[in-house]
C-alpha cells in the first residue's frame, strides 16, 4: 500500500507526517523502517495527521524514531499547521495526546500554536511516584544538579547552569544529560532532559537530550517551552526569546493559555510504500 508523507523541518527537529493518515495504523518496526530509510538522513519522529470532517479540528499522533509514542511534540505540530496550510485547510485546533494546541499561521509562515500551561511534578517519597505539584517548583537534586520535573505536554526535566564549561563541551553534555535521563527515578518511561542559561534579560539558550531519539537535539520545543517557563517564574517576564542550535523561537505568557512563536518548512512530498 502506498501512503502520502511529508517531509518537514523545524529548527533542526525533522519528521515524517503522514497526511492524510485515515486507517493507517504503524507498527513499531514500521515506524522505525520508515524513520531510518525515508531519508539520506535518519528524521526524529514519525507524525500520524488527519482533518475531521468538518474541517474545523486536525489530530495528530507522534512517535519518536525508535517508534515510541509520546504524548506531545511542538515542532511537530508547527510542521502540521503548514502542511494543512498547504492544502488549503485552516482549523482553528490540532488535537493532541497531550491536549488541544489553537493554530493561526501569521505573516511569513510564522506558525503560532496556543498551549496550555506547563504542569509542575513532585516526586512522592512514599509511593515513589511523580504527582501533580500545582504551581510549586519543587526540586530535586540528581548528580549535584538542582532538577525541576515539568510536563510542558510532554514531559522534561529542566535545570539551569551559569557553567560555561560544561554548557559548551558537546561531549561532556550530552554524556550528563543522559546520565539524569537514564536516572532510576524516571523508569520505565524515561524523560527528556533540558538545560538553559540566561543570554539576556529577556533571553535563555536551551539544549536538550531527547528519549527515544537518544540524542542531542538542535531544537526541541516542547523542552523550550518548559525552560521558559522555569525562567518566567523566576524573572517575572511575560515575553521570552528562546535561542536553539537549530534556531529561535519566542513565547508570550498570558493569563490562561500562552503563545509560542516559531517557524518550520516542508521539505518535499512523497509517498511510502508499506
Known sequence: MKIPFYKCDSKGNSFIIVFPSDNIALTSSEIQHICNS??????????????????????????????TWETFCLNGTICSSLILKNNKLFPNHIKTDAGLCGIKILKDDLVQIEISEPNNMKLNKLSNCWEDAK????????????????????????????????????FLLEKTLKKIRNNKLFLPDGVNVNIYRCIASDTIQVKTYEKGVESMMASCSSGSYACAYHYKHYNKLDRIRILNDGGISEIIFRENKNLFLSKGKIEYKGELEI
Open 38 to 67: 525515508t531519508d539520506s538522513q535518519i528524521v526524529d519522529g514519525l507524525i500520524l495527521l488527519d482533518i475531521n470532517n468538518d474541517k474545523n479540528m486536525a489530530s495528530m499522533h507522534y512517535y519518536n524514531n525508535d517508534g
Open 135 to 170: 504551581n510549586e517548583f519543587e526540586s530535586i537534586l540528581i548528580d549535584g544538579f538542582k532538577c525541576y520535573f515539568i510536563n510542558s505536554g510532554a514531559k522534561h526535566i529542566v535545570l539551569e547552569s551559569d557553567d560555561d564549561n560544561l554548557f559548551d563541551d558537546d
